[in-house]
C-alpha cells in the first residue's frame, strides 16, 4: 500500500493542525464544560471549518465540495480530532451527502443548504431494545397510500438534538429482520420528530446525542431510500458502515496522536529524581508502546480508506481498523495520564479529555465486539450472529 501523500495533502493537514492548535484548542475546555453544542454554535463551527475541506469537501461541486478523496478527508479529520474529536464527530455527521435517488427538487434544497453550511444532518438506527441486534427494530413503517408512517423511539442518536434532516431506518413488518428495514429521508420541518432526551455522555461532550421518538410521521414515498442502492447480492439489503467506521478509526487515531505528542512533550520537561522522566526506561517503554500502537491504527486505517477510494470493499478491513483504532486510543490515552501523573486527571487539562474521548469511541458504529464477529465471518465464512 503506497501512502506517499501529494505535496497539497501535506499542506492541506499544515494548515488545519495550525488553525486547530492556535484558534481551537483554547476553546474546547470552555465549551466542553456546558456540554453539547446547541445548533446555533453547531452551524458557526460548521461555517469556519468549511473553507478547509470539513463539512462539504469530500462531496461534489454541486454540494459546494471540492470531490476531496476519502484520503484527504481522513487526514483533516485526524487533524481535528487531534484537538478536539467531539466537533469532528459532530461536523462530520452534519456533513452528510444525501444519496443519489433523491428526488430533484429535495435534491436542490439539500444542495443550497449544504453549500450555505446551514444544514445539519443525523442518522437513527439504534433503539432502546435494539443495539448491536439492530436487524430486528421495533421502528415501523406502515404503508399508507402515497405515504409511509413512521413510529418509534430511535436513541444515542450523534446530532439528534440539533439536526434538521435524518436517515431514519425502521421495519416494514413487525420482527421481519434486516431484509424488511428500509431507509427515510425526513426533514424536520416537514415530517417533525420530538427530542425526547439529551444524552450527556462522558466523553466527546460537544457532540451532540439524543433520544428521539417518531409518533405516526408520515413521509411520502419518495422520501425512502431505493433498498436496491444497499442490496447484496442475492437482494439482501446489508448494512455498509465501511466509510463511517474508518471515520471513526481516523478520530481515534488523532486522539492517539495527541496523546503521543502530549506524553513526548511532557516527558522531556518534567524534572524528577533530578532528571527528566524521559529518561526513565519505564517512561520510554510506555512511549514506545504508545507510538507502535498509533502508527499501526493509522496504517489499518488508511489502508481501508485507501481501498474505498479505489472502490474496493473494505468491509472487514474497515472493522479491523474500527475495532484496533479505537481500542487503541482509550490504551494510549491510559498511557498518556501515567506520564502525566496526576496532572493527568486534572478537569480542564486536555490529557483527562483524551482519556473520556478515546473510551467513548469503541461503541458506535458496532462494538469491537461486533467488529471481531464482522472480521470473523468475512476470514472464516462463518457468521457467529445472523
Ligand atoms: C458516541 C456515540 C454515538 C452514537 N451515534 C449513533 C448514531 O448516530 N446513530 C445510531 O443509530 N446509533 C448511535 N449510537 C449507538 C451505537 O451504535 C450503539 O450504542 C451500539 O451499536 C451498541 O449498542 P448498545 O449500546 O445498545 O449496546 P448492546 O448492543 O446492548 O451491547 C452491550 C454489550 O454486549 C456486547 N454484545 C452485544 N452483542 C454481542 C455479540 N453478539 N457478541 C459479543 N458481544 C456482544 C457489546 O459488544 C457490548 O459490550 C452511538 C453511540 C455512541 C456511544
Known amino acids: 500500500m503506497d501512502f506517499d ?27 466542553e464544560k456546558h456540554g453539547p453544542l446547541n445548533r446555533e454554535q453547531t452551524i458557526s463551527f460548521i461555517k469556519q471549518l468549511m473553507p478547509f475541506g470539513f463539512y462539504n469537501g469530500h ?14 478527508y481522513a487526514m483533516i479529520n485526524e487533524e481535528l480530532a487531534r484537538v478536539w474529536a467531539g466537533l469532528a464527530g459532530l ?10 435517488d433523491v428526488p430533484d427538487t429535495e435534491r436542490n434544497e439539500v444542495r443550497d443548504m449544504i453549500r450555505a453550511g446551514e444544514t445539519i444532518s443525523a442518522g437513527a438506527i439504534s433503539e432502546p431494545d435494539h443495539g448491536s441486534d439492530a436487524s430486528y ?9 402515497d405515504d409511509y408512517v413512521i413510529t418509534g423511539t430511535k436513541t444515542w442518536i450523534s446530532n439528534g438534538p440539533v439536526a434538521d434532516r435524518i436517515t431514519v431506518h425502521a421495519s416494514l413488518k413487525p420482527g421481519g429482520g434486516r431484509d424488511t428495514i428500509r431507509t427515510f429521508r425526513m426533514n424536520r420541518k416537514n415530517h417533525p420528530w420530538q427530542v ?48 463511517p467506521r474508518t471515520m471513526l478509526a481516523t478520530f481515534a487515531t488523532g486522539i492517539a496522536q495527541a496523546s503521543v505528542d502530549a506524553a513526548i512533550r511532557y516527558s522531556q520537561d518534567r524534572v524528577q529524581f533530578g532528571r527528566p522522566i524521559a529518561s526513565f526506561q519505564l517512561v ?64 480542564g487539562y486536555p490529557v483527562e479529555r483524551y482519556f473520556r474521548d478515546g473510551r467513548a469511541l469503541s461503541i458506535p458504529d458496532g462494538t469491537t465486539e461486533i467488529q471481531k464477529l464482522v472480521v470473523g465471518r468475512r476470514l472464516t465464512g462463518i457468521s457467529a450472529i445472523q
Open 284 to 347: 520510554q517503554g510506555m512511549i514506545y508502546e504508545m507510538v507502535a500502537e498509533t502508527e499501526a491504527a493509522r496504517f489499518l486505517t488508511y489502508r481501508a480508506i485507501a481501498m474505498q477510494d479505489k472502490g474496493e470493499d473494505s468491509t472487514w478491513q474497515a472493522a479491523l481498523a474500527k475495532g484496533f483504532a479505537t481500542e487503541v486510543a482509550h490504551r494510549v490515552a491510559s498511557h498518556c495520564v501515567e506520564i502525566h501523573g496526576a496532572l493527568g486527571l486534572l478537569e
Open 5 to 31: 501523500y501529494t505535496e497539497e495533502q501535506l499542506m492541506l493537514k499544515k494548515t488545519v493542525r495550525e488553525f486547530a492548535e492556535k484558534e481551537l484548542a483554547p476553546q474546547v475546555h470552555d465549551y
Open 137 to 145: 427494530m421495533s421502528t415501523i413503517a406502515v404503508e399508507d397510500g
Open 91 to 100: 461536523i462530520w455527521i452534519a456533513g452528510s451527502q444525501p444519496s443519489n
Open 196 to 243: 425526547v432526551r439529551n444524552n450527556e455522555l462522558f466523553g466527546l461532550k460537544a457532540w451532540a446525542n439524543g433520544e428521539l421518538r417518531f409518533d405516526d410521521v408520515r413521509v411520502p414515498r419518495t422520501h425512502m431510500n431505493d433498498p436496491k442502492a444497499s442490496a447484496g447480492a442475492q437482494g439482501k439489503r446489508v448494512w455498509n458502515f465501511q466509510s
Open 59 to 72: 462531496m461534489t461541486e454541486e454540494y459546494g465540495g471540492s470531490n476531496l478523496s476519502a484520503l484527504t
